[in-house]
């Protein structure tokens, strides 16, 4: 099949989060599995300096944004064999700092940015001459894409155009603008209603998505169930509820070729299930790293994550205020909100000699800490997927889990199965409920037997893409065979 995706951040090329992971790694394993890729993003900052062997493509194209026309140049780049990465180079909207914000503050213009860059993904998906047989899009970013496509198919003569799957990676972001940037679609009023574009008066971006696209999918099949009720459904669980017999939950994998132990240049010392002594010799350079004791026997906790709400932070700091009393090690690698970096801060004054923080973005760091800690918290008030508990499994660090999307999906309590547990989970949104589970935790690591079978069963559990494709392939199909 010849797919075209489209995302406002890919790995390796850019990536604030998760989505640009799975976005790098779908593109990927699609293109091996023997369909025809592309991948549209934007040409961010940078993007050209560190990949040099980036070409322009000779098609610059201009497209109307309310009453202006803008320009787009693409570029273009072939990482393997069967796909293709276009980046689509508008200075004045992606020559900047930041993705979407700059020092905590949202870009002012965000709604103007992507309302362009989904328009060129829509253009793309018409005149590529290789002729895309399916559109799929992720987030907010690109969720005007599903509507574009009617508008043109129903008043802009294009015949057949290609099915739009959308892919909510979170529904926590939603792209909400005024209403003048509607104005910018340059689409009908008939689609800025109740059950389209339109919230309260505002924009909605991922709305409009949810309200026209022919599939919708998210990350993990918890989270589709979740999305459908008033707890978790941001608004939008009536609109999703509506559209539940086109809504689909396929687990993100895992990309292994980047996420291992065994050839991995982030990491000083490779190490296998067979060669755990890799593992401790990474914990005790990650304690130099992080200018911690070395103490070859303290138990060692570890969180990488954006600093937000989301990702439980609030229950993490009370539950380590109490639990770094005991003898443990916590170290943090985050970025966001200003008020959870000084709260960590604090945490460290406190406790100079057990938690140490690094704030910014690092992605050797991350390999690092993933590989030399014991114990990895992702106590998230909900998450869409997850990725750095299927991460930690592989580098035999077991995940503190709360029971709630993807990580509910992918780690097995022992209550559950005893023999089969892969990590700890817990319920309640709480501080002490998360220091309950670290309190477990430490009961593991006191029992060598215990510990060697929880690293074992993670290290063995496998996320790899194939599984992955196959579910987005069957949905693909089937939006195709309408
Ligand atoms: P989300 O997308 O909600 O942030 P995920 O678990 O899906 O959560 O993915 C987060 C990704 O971003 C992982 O690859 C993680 O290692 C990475 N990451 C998060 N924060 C940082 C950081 N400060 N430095 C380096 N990598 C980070
Ligand atoms: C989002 C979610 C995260 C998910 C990622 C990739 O950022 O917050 O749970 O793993 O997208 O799909």
Redesign the pocket.
């Known amino acids: 099949m010849r797919i075209l995706l489209a995302s406002s951040e890919v790995h390796p090329y850019s990536k604030t989060?998760?989505?640009a992971?799975?976005i790098g790694a779908l593109g990927k394993a699609l293109a091996q599995a023997g369909h025809q890729v592309g991948v549209v993003t934007p040409l961010y900052r940078g993007i050209k300096e560190r990949f040099p062997q980036i070409r322009r493509v000779d098609w610059q194209f201009d497209l109307p944004l309310g009453g202006k026309w803008v320009q787009a140049e693409l570029w273009s780049l072939k990482p393997t064999e069967r796909l293709t990465i276009y980046f689509v180079h508008q200075p004045a909207y992606f020559d900047r700092a930041g993705l979407y914000n700059e020092n905590g503050v949202d870009y002012p213009d965000n709604g103007e940015r992507f309302i362009f860059f989904s328009k060129c993904v829509a253009h793309l998906a018409r005149y590529l001459p290789w002729q895309p047989e399916f559109v799929h899009v992720?987030?907010w970013q690109t969720g005007l894409v599903p509507a574009m496509v009617l508008h043109q198919a129903r008043g802009e003569g294009w015949g057949n155009p290609p099915p739009v799957c959308l892919?909510i990676?979170?529904l926590?972001y939603q792209g909400w603008f005024p209403r003048n940037a509607y104005e910018l679609t340059n689409l009908s009023p008939a689609y800025f209603q109740a059950e389209g574009a339109e919230s309260f008066g505002h924009l909605n971006c991922l709305k409009a998505g949810i309200a026209f696209a022919d599939a919708i999918t998210t990350?993990?099949p918890r989270?589709a169930r979740e999305i459908t009720t008033e707890e978790f459904g941001e608004g939008l669980d009536w609109l999703l509820r509506k559209r539940q017999s086109r809504l689909f939950g396929i687990l993100?994998g895992v990309d292994y070729d980047e996420w291992n132990t065994t050839q991995n240049p982030f990491l000083k010392h490779q190490y296998s299930v067979a060669r755990l002594a890799g593992k401790r010799a990474n914990k005790l350079a990650l304690q130099r790293e992080m200018k911690l004791p070395v103490k070859p026997n303290t138990p060692l906790f570890g969180a990488i994550t954006?600093l937000t709400e989301?990702k439980g932070i609030s229950i993490e700091l009370g539950a380590l205020e109490e639990m770094l009393n005991a003898d443990i090690h916590f170290v943090l690698l985050g970025s966001g909100g200003t008020d959870y970096e000084r709260a960590f801060q604090k945490l460290t004054q406190r406790f100079p000699n057990k938690a140490a923080v690094r704030l910014g973005y690092d992605q050797g760091l991350s390999h690092r800490i993933e590989a030399g800690c014991d114990f990895y918290l992702m106590p998230?008030r909900f998450?869409?997927?997850?990725?750095n508990q299927m991460y930690s499994l592989r580098y035999g660090t077991i995940p503190i889990v709360r029971t709630t999307?993807?990580l509910d999906d992918t780690v097995v309590d022992a209550s559950t199965n005893p023999r089969k547990a892969t990590g700890i989970k817990f319920a309640a949104y709480s501080a002490p409920a998360l220091a309950k589970a670290i309190r477990k935790s430490l009961v593991i690591y006191q029992s060598a037997r215990l510990l060697q079978l929880y690293r074992r069963n993670g290290m063995a559990a496998d996320f790899s893409w194939n599984r992955t494709v196959a579910e987005y392939e069957k949905v693909y199909a089937a939006r195709r065979a309408r």
Request: overall charge negative.
């Open positions: 989060g998760g989505l992971d799975m992720n987030d892919t990676h979170n926590a990350v993990s989270y993100n954006r989301q998230s998450e869409p997927c997850g990725l999307g993807g």
